[in-house]
T-cell receptor, first 118, second 110 residues
Framework: DGGITQSPKYLFRKEGQNVTLSCEQN?????MYWYRQDPGQGLRLIYY???????QKGDIAEGYSVSREKKESFPLTVTSAQKNPTAFYLC?????????????????FGDGTRLSIL | EDKVVQSPLSLVVHEGDTVTLNCSYE??????LLWYKQEKKAPTFLFML????IEKKSGRLSSILDKKELSSILNITATQTGDSAIYLC??????????FGTGTRLKVLA
């Protein structure tokens, strides 16, 4: 079945350490996104990518980095510069807006990675 | 600043009750409104609304958009314990821009 796979489910980060969260999709979607979810807050966009080798900062990109070397994969690195990384991280994908006249598209989400600080 | 506000923040009902969840939005480039259900992990897509007054239904769930009032409601009839979840509302406010509300946490008691 098609879907989005995030790994690991749980991750612990030591101070000063960079950690990478994996996101893989087999939906053949062009667009991929990373969100952060904190208790009592809505999902906030970290980065998004419309096509391979291109990505854009979202609202809270500081302390994070991404790459998009393959259509299926959009890993997120939480760097040591991110001082408050404890959160639930969600990866999503969608059909590229504008492709074949498509204007509005729902996003499909992975099961998330819960990141905590040791 | 674009924003989406959901109410109530949380709700506790008994099985069989009907609930109405509210979502209001202020976005400068509104394209659509989406509802998701989030249990413990991935939000799952429920509805996407683009036109006012057209109700979308899926089983016991239904939703409608009011573009004049900049709002949407999600109704769940004959609630079951399996409906317990966080319900997220989001507005597509640009090509790749989705503004999410904080969610309504629904708990259905047996």
């Amino acid at each position: 079945d098609g879907g989005i796979t995030q790994s690991p489910k749980y991750l612990f980060r030591k101070e000063g350490q960079n950690v990478t969260l994996s996101c893989e999709q087999n939906l053949n979607h062009d667009a991929m996104y990373w969100y952060r979810q904190d208790p009592g807050q809505g999902l906030r966009l970290i980065y998004y990518s419309q096509i391979v080798n291109d990505f854009q900062k979202g609202d809270i990109a500081e302390g994070y980095s991404v790459s998009r070397e393959k259509k299926e994969s959009f890993p997120l690195t939480v760097t040591s510069a991110q001082k408050n990384p404890t959160a639930f991280y969600l990866c999503a994908s969608s059909i590229a807006v504008g492709k074949r006249g498509i204007r509005n598209q729902p996003q499909h989400f992975g099961d998330g990675t819960r990141l905590s600080i040791l | 600043e674009d924003k989406v506000v959901q109410s109530p923040l949380s709700l506790v009902v008994h099985e069989g009750d009907t609930v109405t969840l509210n979502c209001s939005y202020e976005v400068t480039n509104f394209r659509s409104l989406l509802w998701y259900k989030q249990e413990k992990k991935a939000p799952t897509f429920l509805f996407m609304l683009t036109s006012s007054g057209i109700e979308k239904k899926s089983g016991r769930l239904s939703s409608i958009l009011d573009k004049k009032e900049l709002s949407s409601i999600l109704n769940i009839t004959a609630t079951q314990t399996g409906d317990s979840a966080i319900y997220l509302c989001a507005s597509n406010a640009g090509t790749y821009k989705y503004i999410f509300g904080t969610g309504t946490r629904l708990k259905v008691l047996a």
